[in-house]
């Protein structure tokens, strides 16, 4: 019987059970490639359950459409072996088959249980992941809580302290995430989700301070976890733009965003630049790379929450020859199975929130006033944290302000 760093046993040789564990030490700390970590076990190893199961899960949470070949083999891997696997792993491949069929909700919920009933680390880590991809901030917060209780003292606790950081920040529950993000940033100062869980609050609490003390003054080299680096720029940028520090906010678009080579990554930079005008600054010729690198992104239309950052990018640049090929592309196939959780999302809040944003970019607030009535409150299927998703608010204020001074 072989159990990994966290306690779990798993089906698979020690070679595989030691990839398992290198990659979750290169995922909690966001250096490496836990996907490539796990490589050669998936491949070759075919009593390993867990591993096709990290893959696919990880393939598809990052924007890879769900019919994707790569997606489809390791799906197809962790199906073919759970024959011979244990209850709980089989528990696991059911959740990854919801997943991958768009069902993100039912997934996570699936695998919230599983790290309830008892410890399981992947389990909590994927229900997390999960739920802030489809915007579940209070199943999140009760899965959260569940697992905390039920992982206790082991090893490993403060890395479920910091999921459990941000998921009471997303519901305002700021005192709580602080003095937990602390807790476990002060057991492993490498843990940059804490980190990132703290950037949030103070965010949230517009606590600029405590964030440039957290980030700036930080003797810890966060900017080399590459995995979530620039995203936490994002996070100082958008509290300089908030002091007023325009330079320093340019700076950060300049220097530490352009490199940035997955869809995510350029979220945040699309996402700087969008806030930065609706702040009243010029960002300059800075679209034009941003829709050159959108144009790129071969991830078309598998996650509402990469549409809606193609869609400004495209609406500031609505001649760029993308913005025709992105519109145009067909989610047939990508979104999962016919009425799952992710096709409705694309249907509901996806496609029209897309359409609102380019009126707002022609010049026509009212149209993106009128859009968001008929979204209501279903924004936030749009996934991603409160702090991001608080660009469709942002965007809403300047388009009353245009309104009321057309009026006048």
């Known amino acids: ?23 979750w030490g290169n995922f909690v700390h966001f250096v490496g490639d836990p996907i490539a970590d796990l490589a050669e076990a998936n491949a070759h190893d075919n009593s390993f359950v867990m591993g096709p ?7 598809v949470l990052g924007g ?30 059911h959740a990854l088959e919801a997943l991958c069929n ?48 039920t992982w206790g003292d082991k090893a490993g606790a403060s890395y479920l302290a910091g999921q459990l950081a941000f998921a009471l920040e997303e519901v305002g529950r700021y005192a709580d995430a602080e003095s937990l993000g602390r807790e476990a940033l002060n057991a492993d100062p490498a843990d940059l989700w804490a980190r990132h869980a703290l950037a949030h609050v103070y965010e949230s609490t517009s606590n600029s301070p405590a964030l440039y003390a957290l980030l700036e003054e930080s003797e810890h080299p966060w900017p080399n976890q590459d995995g979530l680096a620039t995203h936490v720029w994002w996070h100082l940028a958008l509290r300089r733009l908030a002091d007023g520090h325009i330079d320093a906010v340019l700076a950060i678009a300049d220097e530490r965003m352009p490199s940035a080579t997955t869809a995510f990554r350029l979220c945040d930079q699309t996402s700087l630049l969008w806030r930065t005008e609706l702040a009243g600054h010029s960002v300059g010729n800075r679209w034009d790379d941003v829709a050159d690198r959108w144009a790129e992104i071969g991830n078309r239309h598998t996650s509402a929450f990469l549409d809606m950052h193609a869609a400004m990018a495209f609406a500031r640049r609505p001649k760029h020859p993308g913005a025709a090929e992105w519109a145009q592309a067909a989610p047939v196939g990508t979104a999962g199975a016919v009425g799952s959780e992710n096709v409705e999302t694309m249907a509901l809040v996806s496609r029209p929130l897309g359409r609102a944003l380019r009126r707002y970019a022609d010049g026509d607030p009212q149209a993106f006033l009128d859009s968001m009535v008929a979204l209501g409150e279903h924004t936030h299927r749009v996934g991603g944290s409160v702090a991001q998703r608080d660009i469709i608010e942002l965007t809403r204020q300047a388009s009353q302000s245009q309104v009321a001074v057309e009026v006048e």
């Open 1 to 23: 019987m072989l159990v990994d760093k966290w306690g779990q046993v798993l089906a698979g040789s020690q070679a595989s059970i030691d990839a398992w564990d290198r990659a």
């Open 53 to 59: 199961v990290f893959v696919a899960a990880y393939l």
């Open 64 to 93: 890879t459409p769900l019919n994707n070949a790569l997606v489809h083999q390791d799906r197809q891997r962790a199906l073919d072996r759970s024959h011979r696997a244990s209850q709980r792993e089989q528990g696991h491949v």
């Open 102 to 149: 768009g069902d993100f909700s039912e997934a996570a919920d699936q695998w919230a249980r599983l790290a309830a009933q008892q410890p399981d680390f992947a389990a909590t880590r994927f229900a997390h992941d999960v739920y802030l991809h489809a915007g579940g901030a209070q199943a999140s917060l009760a899965a959260s809580l569940a697992a905390t209780e």
